[in-house]
């Protein structure tokens, strides 16, 4: 009885706090920093999207200001920005935040890792959204899905890698976790700035780089001076993120949280589909254009190191404990499944076509 008084009041309590003429009358301006600079293409149609799509559903009660980093100035500030307040929301990349936090880094993409379509069963599904909100909780901000880059290619190489030797102290432009692995395998794992990334390439500052996918490395340049574009084990499926300020998102109506809440997803779902599309159709332009592309597959030997270097720095964040062991749990059981189900249904869909 008691509990159900408790129950009661708490459903007045947020009625009141949120009846439908509060968004009747209320007009709410938000401001949301992005990590990427202006016009980045498919990653900056995201928020944009989303942002006036919020506007129409709201009747334009509910409009958001689009900061890119060319005017914060701050790429990797935007964490800071949300969690601050000074913010409400941004749009970036969860794995970028390893630094602050190692439990950031399990919501984008993991080398070796799951797929797509496996991630996002995990993510909806299979607990990923609830420790989402545990790891983001504590810094006053909520986490959601800011669409997926697909599968991205190992990179662009001037020379074929064709054993562990060829590793060796090879100079790869290979940012975060994935660096890491590299470097455990013999590699010497840089960060350069996209606009630099051209001339060190060319100039053999580096030997190699990774950045995307066709749909976004063609504007760089890159299949103009390395000829062996690499299939890719280091970003199975990047999913790119909103994070929104607590307090912000709790001060909304409930009617402008629920339209927040879909544009998001929307968003989200719509530049999975276009990296899919584009990605399909701008590899088939670079196949005619430029003929002397080779795609390439490391061999087996290089990928079971990888496998066995990912694995031991996977164990090293799982002896931490903590929300860093539940995650790396969660996924572990979870993918062990989701494979056994890929392989019985996509991949043997596949393996049994006839070219
Ligand atoms: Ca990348």
Do not use: C
């Amino acid at each position: 009885m008691k509990k159900l008084l408790t129950l009661m009041m708490f459903a007045m309590a947020t009625s009141l706090l949120s009846s439908p003429a509060d968004a009747q009358d209320q007009k709410v301006r938000w401001r949301l920093a992005e990590t990427w600079p202006t016009n980045f293409s498919l990653f900056s149609e995201v928020p944009r999207r989303m942002a006036e799509n919020v506007k129409k559903m709201s009747g334009g009660r509910f409009t958001i200001i689009i900061d890119s980093a060319n005017k914060h100035k701050s790429p990797l500030g935007v964490f800071d920005f949300v969690s601050s307040g000074q913010y409400q929301m941004a749009h970036s990349a969860s794995y970028y935040w390893k630094g602050k936090d190692i439990n950031t880094l399990f919501f984008t993409t993991m080398p070796l890792g799951m797929i797509e379509a496996e991630q996002t069963g995990w993510y909806y599904f299979g607990g990923g959204k609830e420790l989402a909100q545990k790891v983001y909780g504590q810094y006053g901000m909520r986490y959601y899905p800011g669409g997926n880059t697909g599968n991205q290619m190992g990179g662009w190489f001037k020379k074929e890698i064709n054993s562990i030797e060829d590793l060796q102290g090879l100079q790869m432009r290979i940012p975060g976790f994935a660096g890491e692995v590299l470097a455990k395998v013999g590699a010497k794992p840089t960060n350069i700035a996209p606009g630099e990334l051209y001339t060190a390439l060319e100039r053999g500052t580096i030997d190699a780089l990774e950045w995307i996918g066709p749909a976004m490395d063609l504007d760089m340049g890159f299949q103009k001076i390395a000829p062996y574009y690499y299939t890719g084990w280091h970003e199975p499926a990047t999913e790119l993120q909103f994070l929104v300020n607590e307090k912000a998102f709790q001060a909304l109506p409930e009617e402008f949280q629920a339209i927040l809440e879909i544009a998001m997803q929307e968003a989200a779902f719509e530049m999975a589909a276009e990296s899919y599309y584009e990605n399909a159709v701008i590899w088939d332009s670079i196949k005619q254009d430029y003929p002397e592309v080779q795609v390439k597959t490391f061999p087996p030997e290089v990928m079971s190191a990888l496998k066995t270097a990912t694995e031991e720095l996977v164990n090293e964040f799982e002896a931490k404990g903590g929300i860093t062991a539940e995650i790396i749990k969660s996924q572990r059981e979870y993918s062990k499944k989701a494979r056994e189900w890929t392989n019985i249904s996509d991949k043997a869909y596949l393996n049994n076509l006839s070219e």
